[in-house]
């Protein structure tokens, strides 16, 4: 392949590099600073895939974000589906190939990186083209922090694509000396190929650069592929441009047709003639330009098709002086060809009728119905938009505090008009800021603009070819045709939210930046209302596309979420700890040994820690330190059961509910002092709870004296758990009287350890005797490692949180979140000797007075014992029960309760479970069922206490 | 996102924030002397205006102190932020110029 239709010069391009890509199996040469699509071009390529639905050829329509067809699949580097050949940059090796409308995701992780960068400025500017830099400049010299985006390569936006002079020189001068000047003012943010994608409320503006996707396989691995800018500005300036909008005629998608703004940029920017023989279809006079840059490039143009009746006597002129055939009110009513364009069948349009065609032989159709202002962010920010007759567009119809629209965004489509309109803009910015304005920037001189001939607002060319529209597209991408809104129209949709999604025109990868406005102007036309009373459907982000990889940034994997360790973890990791996550934190599971699966393990764990000693990480249990003279105040109204009797020196079992009187959380209570408290929480609850206190005493006791503070992971804490546990923590702490008498259950005692503070609880939460032993969490691991040592005559054996959990429930004590939801009292907890009856009042207690907490058939915590002595019910299994003819009542089959917490246990000898059963503590001893697995198992109900159930263990 | 405005720390990001419901709706005196119909307006029943609505906010990320806040819910605009200690502006305090609360 040779790139046959490059201009001998011209255009950014680096001629004096060549690179190779490959498309559909073929090779390709083209240069950098080429799109996928301009290298295509220049090899004479247009056809790159078929369409989604209908298989018909499709090629490139447009020269950036707002085609509608282009769509291609990345292979190499690394494969990436939905791009549009037309925003991605050509690199050395890019493998891709066409796309039917659906892609492919990479089967292999992405090993490139992605990140996120926080900026906050006075000015946003989006969009470096004239209007942009102007304003850029504008708001950069009165001292403002500036940031500029745009989401080209190079700044310059429309003076890239066309022969504009500034200064009476090439425009580009004039970009290049407002990039530099930019440069160097020390708070200007200046980033290319970065798309704001998003525009959110007070300010906040999401922003895509593409940082190293240009570069190919090249693209050095430590830096960030692309990153997402959340960028807060003060003011924003949207000066993003316009979208040149087709006209829909029949078979106005064949390859070959484009529009002919792009044509020009194809050609300026990238050096490429997009053909050899065009015919130009217009409705206004900006196609013009095409029509006679391609001329001077050496494209034979057969024709400008004006729809204007007059046409643009102006521009005609200059047309007839270069030999181009001008055809007035006449359209494009057809077009012959397979996979390229052969022909454009030209009409006469009068009075909405069209005339006899003949046919223009032609290799591209370029289509010009006027340009759509990019209004998009403006509208994300809840702009209300205003529809304009004479341009046949929607316009922003509102002042916005903190955003103003520039330049072409605005509707503006000349050159001095755009460069005043961003000043303007960045004038009144800093104005609302309260900066002042540096002294008058000059704006470079634009030739005087010459008045254009008036537009003609043409959405469609009737179908006079029999197909009723059947041909005619208006979503590319979506194969939609004026048939299908007619369909609608006919349906009796009349909002234009309802016929998108109805026909789907708008719901593809472009977001219907071609489709959406000749969707509201057909449909106008068809219900015989004013395209106003239509408008538009709401612009969402993201503006274009954003790969879910970018929106995740470094969130991913490993550090996606926070991970919390104990100080101990290390000490788990060496001792072989199977870990399990409970919230952030990892916790040691259980400790199996050679040969051993985790049922094992726990077996061999649990009999340790009941008949011999065992030692658990409890670290992460929530501690919160709370200091104050009316400490005991706040905690008698927040715990169910009284606090303030709480004798210095012991501890409390509490529960806490909510208002409406249900469990939120149990712990322990050690009373420090007499003003201070060490509230124990669960694990999960232990921010929660900090954050429930602190609500209470802020917004309702402000006037109690009372300080809150997590210590969590201040204190490790250490349960030392069996009977031989006295002679463990007594031979580790000689100076603390251990027995039963010097240290009886619910108290603790401090003591040292070589000059280090340790306090010791007598708590347990497995019915055994057992200490806990709480130090600074500097010292835990030293600490910890001196019980282990001095507790292996007694064979003292490291368990995890699943034998925690199997000891705790052979006690039928309860895991608030697991064997509870927002449902369950204290009392049906059978923890009605925690509800303390001698306070006058505590959070939840009006609650329990209610007739509903009377009710007999609450679910209440009971045991299970499966009959069949095998069997571990599946936790969140259902509980069922017999008729008296012992066969399940018909379905709906009522359901008793459910299983919430299921082990086998040691110490039974067999498997048991809890659950929360409907008047399930005076159903024990009867027998229910539990269907597991299509069959039912008989349990028989228990008391929720399976081991141990007169507390003669605990002192050992 | 939106800013909101901490009586105390300034403007700081929504995601910073959490939402504690209406506010001034106190915790009833006497609880026991309630009959469960008003108990149960105290623990579940709360207004739902469109529009002007004085609610709790928390600065659970930043500070962590509470405050309220008046906020128009059909534009989630927040009209005015004061201490829990202030009291609720009245319709012609909010009409007027708004406080500066930094």
Known sequence: MTSTFRTPEGGRVDRSTTVEFTFDGQTFPGHPGDTLASALLASGRHAIASSVKLGRPRGIAAAWAEDPSGLVQIEEPFPEPMLLASTVE??????????PGQGRLADVPDSARYDAMHVHVDVLVVGAGPAGLAAALTAARAGARVALVDEHSEAGGSLLSGTDRLDGAPAAGWVAAAVAELAAHPEVLHLQRTTAFGLYDDGFVLALQRRTDHLGGAAPRHEARQRVWRIRARQVVVATGAHERPVVFPDNDRPGIMLAGGARTFLHRYGVRVGSEAVVFTTNDSAYDAALDLHRAGVRVAAVVDARPEGSPLRAEECRAAGIPVRTGSVVAGTSGGDRITAALVAPLADGEVGRADELACDV???????NPAVHLFSQARGRLRYDEVLGAFLPGERL????VVGSAAGLLDLAGCLADGRRGASAALTALGIAPAAEVRLPTAPEPVVPAAPLVLWRVPDASGAEGSTSFVDLQRDATVADLARAAGAGLRSMEHVKRFTTIGTAHDQGKTSGVLASGITAELLGVPVQDTGTTTFRPPYTPVAFAALAGRDRGRLFDPERV??????????????EDVGQWKRPRYYPRAGEDMAAAVLRECAAARSGVGILDGSTLGKIDVQGPDAAVLLDRMYTNLISSLKVGSVRYGVMCGVDGMVIDDGTVLRLAEDRFLLLTTTGGAAKVLDWLEE??????????VHLASVTEQWSTFPVVGPRSRDVVGAVFPDVDVSNEAFPFMTWRDTTLDGVPVRLARISFSGELAFEVYVNAWYAVAVWERLVEAGAPQGITPYGTETMHVLRAEKGYPIIGQDTDGTVTPHDLGMAWAVSKKKPDFVGKRSFARVENQNPLRKQLVGLLPVDRQTVLPEGSQVVDFLADGRLPPPPVPMLGHVTSSYRSAELARPFALALVKGGRARIGDTVHVPVGGTLVPVEVTSSVLVDPEGARRDG | MQLIECPWCGPREE????????AHVPYPEQP???????WAHYVFYRDNPKGRFAERWNHNTGCRRWFNAIRDTATYRFERVYRLDDPQPSATELAGPRRSTS
């Open chain 1, 365 to 371: 159709l370029l289509v010009s119905g006027g340009w």
């Open chain 1, 90 to 99: 050509l690199y050395d090796g890019l493998v891709a190939h066409g796309l």
């Open chain 1, 401 to 404: 505090d903190g955003l103003a």
């Open chain 1, 696 to 705: 209470w005493v802020q917004t309702e006791w402000p006037e109690l004296r």
């Open chain 2, 32 to 38: 026991g002397e309630l009959s469960d119909e008003q």
């Open chain 2, 15 to 22: 995601t910073e924030f959490s939402y504690g419901g209406q």
């Open chain 1, 566 to 579: 104990t100080a101990l973890h290390d000490w788990h990791v060496a001792a072989g700890a199977v870990f």
